[in-house]
């Protein structure tokens, strides 16, 4: 599976929209991005996954750039409660899933 | 229900004990996951069930022995652990092991061997 990049922390207002960005420079046709978070002490929490096209659902919006290089995870309008480490995961979806986790943004909300 | 339960929620055991985690599902799924996460550290995969059957370990020590006795449960069973092996244990389950479905993480099992 490709490799990703994310930075290692960030900061956002609460209520602001949060847009946390991941490089997967080495991604190929096959492979899926998908996103989890993981709040401190909890197990991780899917919350998107994508191929060619952007996606929305209830918690999030997946932005893939038409290279598919990179991607941009947007959370609309952050609470405290988004505060969590965001993991930014590149798989292919054939074969036994192995979801590989980097080192992930740590997004803190700030009042 | 897309609930992923673990138990127990803490361990504390001592280096020649022998203990099991237990952990379950009732949504149908038909794949289900060992990982370890050492503190600050990503979730690493440990095991892979597909339909009852080990799919993939992820070259784990013998000490960690994982069993599947249902579609529904999933064990790990610990013995001669080293202090090093402390960690939190989680477990995930998919609709299947493979295709684009997102796994369903339990809150884990933090374990502390002495």
């Known amino acids: 599976d490709a490799k990703t990049t994310q930075p290692p922390s960030m900061d956002c207002a609460e209520g602001r929209a949060a847009n946390l960005p991941c490089n997967h420079s080495?991604?190929?046709?096959?492979?899926?991005v998908y996103w989890y978070r993981q709040i401190h002490s909890q197990g991780p929490q899917y919350i998107i996954h994508?191929?060619?096209n952007n996606e929305t659902n209830e918690m999030a919006s997946l932005i893939i750039t038409e290279d598919r290089k990179s991607s941009t995870l947007i959370l609309p309008h952050a609470t405290l409660r988004d505060t969590a480490v965001y993991y930014c995961?590149?798989?292919?979806?054939?074969?036994?899933?192995?979801?590989?986790f980097g080192q992930g943004t740590r997004l803190t909300i700030n009042p | 229900d897309t609930e992923v339960t673990q138990t127990p929620k803490h361990l504390v055991m001592g280096m020649t004990n022998k203990k099991s985690l237990k952990c379950e599902q009732h949504?149908?799924?038909?794949?289900m996951y060992w990982y370890k996460q050492k503190a600050k550290k990503p979730p690493e995969l440990m095991f892979v069930?597909?339909?009852?059957?080990?799919?993939i370990n992820e070259s784990v020590p013998s000490r960690f022995s994982p069993e599947c006795p249902n579609s529904s449960l999933l064990n790990l069973h610990l013995h001669a652990l080293q202090p090093e092996d402390s960690a939190l244990y989680l477990c995930?389950?998919?609709?299947?092991?493979?295709?684009?479905?997102?796994?369903?993480f339990g809150p884990g099992t933090r374990l502390t061997v002495t």
């Open positions: 995930a389950s998919s609709q299947t092991s493979e295709g684009a479905y997102e796994q369903y």
């Open positions: 069930y597909s339909y009852e059957k080990l799919s």
């Open positions: 949504m149908g799924h038909r794949a």
């Open positions: 995961i590149v798989r292919v979806v054939q074969g036994a899933q192995k979801l590989v």
């Open positions: 080495t991604i190929s046709g096959n492979e899926y």
């Open positions: 994508g191929l060619k």
